[in-house]
């Protein structure tokens, strides 16, 4: 049986921007994404659903506006989707610009998002992947890009954002998608910091295991046995100790700049495993310290307790 004490923060961690009020798109808007094939249009749709948005691939854009009412009605659901559209819906794709003009003038929440990236960039992806550009004909990859170019000018000018992802990996573009499209709170790196004993194994999602079994063990301490790691009297006990005040005195600062670049790197979660011989005495009070700490620095913080509980 494991055990929660999570409180999550906003603030954020020394070095980043002052908080700032939620900015995520209100319910009901939708982000229409287009562009170059090989610009990342894919990967700019997966870092809105990995946000939580309802995300469909290569519309027909007449059906936007009948997808927008259909979320409107939907209760109790997200309703911030975004759409794929690029030339190969064919025909209809001619009509977005017509679409998009009239979900304005209607008042519908809509932005258009344009991915472009340069040729040289393009050809090499194509290659990269060994696949024909899918207006390229009988014509070469380079032919097919040029001609794709062509006939999305318009939507380029048309666009609210505008995304050259040539100097950009897909890490990069996915951030770059959050950044603009996220809350403060959906940017912000999560540590979740777990207590564990190591008799139980050790956590396979840990990013980081700590062994703090050089501190005396309170179950060694009839008076302390019974108890737990949360209780104040076993972690005034843990914390006495001259080793173990001065791993929790220095851990904030080994661990701070890992954190940071995660946080600069697109990682949102981290686990950091702190591990005793049980689970229930050193590893949990060494957590709920450590998870303090880090809270104070700013950082969003959950505290598991993996094996509380299984003695």
Not at 272 to 280: D, E, M
Request: net charge negative; charged share 25%; hydrophobic share 40%.
């Amino acid at each position: 049986m494991s055990q929660d004490s999570s409180v999550p923060e906003s603030a954020p961690a020394e070095g980043a921007a002052e908080p700032e009020p939620d900015r995520a798109a209100p319910p009901g808007d939708v982000v229409i994404i287009t562009g170059l094939a090989g610009a990342g249009r894919e990967t700019a749709a997966h870092a809105l659903e990995d946000l939580g948005w309802y995300v469909v691939y290569n519309i027909a854009p007449q059906l936007i506006p009948r997808l927008y009412e259909l979320q409107q009605q939907a209760e109790g659901r997200e309703t911030r989707f975004a759409v794929v559209v690029d030339p190969r819906s064919g025909p209809f794709f001619s009509e977005l610009s017509q679409v998009i003009e009239q979900m304005r003038a209607s008042e519908m929440r809509v932005r258009l998002v344009f991915l472009t990236a340069d040729e040289h960039t393009l050809v090499r992806r194509f290659d990269s992947v060994r696949r024909p550009h899918p207006l390229q004909g009988e014509e070469g990859v380079l032919e097919g890009i040029r001609r794709e170019r062509e006939m999305l000018a318009p939507y380029r000018r048309l666009a609210d954002v505008a995304i050259d992802t040539s100097p950009l990996n897909v890490h990069q573009l996915t951030m770059k998608m959050r950044t603009t499209f996220g809350s403060h709170s959906e940017q912000a790196l999560t540590v979740n910091v777990m207590s564990f004993g190591f008799k139980y194994g050790i956590p396979i999602e840990a990013d980081h295991v700590s062994d703090v079994r050089f501190i005396p063990n309170p179950y060694w301490v009839p008076e302390l046995r019974s108890q737990r790691g949360t209780d104040p009297a076993v972690a005034e006990f843990v914390l006495a100790d001259p080793n173990g005040a001065e791993f929790a005195a220095r851990y904030l600062d080994m661990i701070r700049p890992v954190l940071r670049g995660y946080s600069a790197e697109n990682k949102h979660f981290t686990t950091i495993a702190i591990g005793c011989t049980g689970g229930k005495h050193r590893s949990v009070a060494m957590a709920e310290k450590i998870g303090e700490d880090l809270r104070q620095a700013g950082f969003a913080v959950r505290v598991r307790h993996r094996d509380l509980g299984r003695e």
